[in-house]
T-cell receptor, first 113, second 116 residues
Framework: EPEVTQTPSHQVTQMGQEVILRCVPI?????FYWYRQILGQKVEFLVS????????KSEIFDDQFSVERPDGSNFTLKIRSTKLEDSAMYFC???????????FGPGTRLTVL | AQKVTQAQTEISVVEKEDVTLDCVYE???????LFWYKQPPSGELVFLIR??????QNEISGRYSWNFQKSTSSFNFTITASQVVDSAVYFC?????????????FGAGTRLFVKA
């Protein structure tokens, strides 16, 4: 069964460094999302992406964040200058309108030191 | 402002019991979506359902059922004949549909323990 994949599974970085989290959505899916979950807390929506554009974003998704679909298969989330509070699990997802179903990747744990 | 309240922090049941997870939401929008997600102990997120505010019909999928009541701003989730594999944190979420329908705010989650 097709699945959403994310790499790396765990990323450790120093505060102020740039990180890129990678996601490979299911082939032929067109709607993509990033969420994050600080350890032990609620899930937070970050951004949705369709047709090479951001269609929705939350207040968390400020100028430090960007998303890109550089090559038709990868969907990336970049954090330009990481802060300690960016430490969280980041989940990528894609959505199929015909079945109204979202599919999630396993997540990337980001640790900012 | 939108808000989702899952008042039950933890629920513990014995296998085969039915269990209902409560979700109460607040919104000024007349059109919105409601969601349920599951997060098993392994940590991944699993989408369960998305429901449009215009569709108040109850939904059943196997042992899962959802009861949407606009009058009480609730979207409750019932698991019938619970199983150990249902042990997870369950999140209810609410979205503004204006730009696509997934800009969600989540509740704090309800942790369900199903004992054998």
């Amino acid at each position: 069964e097709p699945e959403v994949t994310q790499t790396p599974s765990h990323q450790v970085t120093q505060m102020g460094q740039e990180v890129i989290l990678r996601c490979v959505p299911i082939s032929n899916h067109l709607y993509f999302y990033w969420y994050r979950q600080i350890l032990g807390q609620k899930v937070e929506f970050l951004v949705s992406f369709y047709n090479n554009e951001i269609s929705e974003k939350s207040e968390i998704f400020d100028d430090q964040f960007s998303v890109e679909r550089p090559d038709g298969s990868n969907f990336t989330l970049k954090i330009r200058s990481t802060k300690l509070e960016d430490s969280a699990m980041y989940f990528c997802a894609s959505w199929v309108p015909t079945t109204d179903t979202q599919y999630f990747g396993p997540g990337t744990r980001l640790t900012v030191l | 402002a939108q808000k989702v309240t899952q008042a039950q922090t933890e629920i513990s049941v014995v296998e085969k019991e039915d269990v209902t997870l409560d979700c109460v939401y607040e919104t000024r929008d007349t059109t919105y979506y409601l969601f349920w997600y599951k997060q098993p102990p392994s940590g991944e997120l699993v989408f369960l359902i998305r429901r449009n505010s215009f569709d108040e019909q109850n939904e059943i999928s196997g042992r899962y059922s959802w009861n949407f009541q606009k009058s009480t701003s609730s979207f409750n989730f019932t698991i019938t004949a619970s199983q150990v594999v249902d042990s997870a944190v369950y999140f209810c979420a609410l979205s503004d549909p204006n730009t696509g329908g997934f800009k969600t705010i989540f509740g704090a989650g309800t942790r369900l323990f199903v004992k054998a």
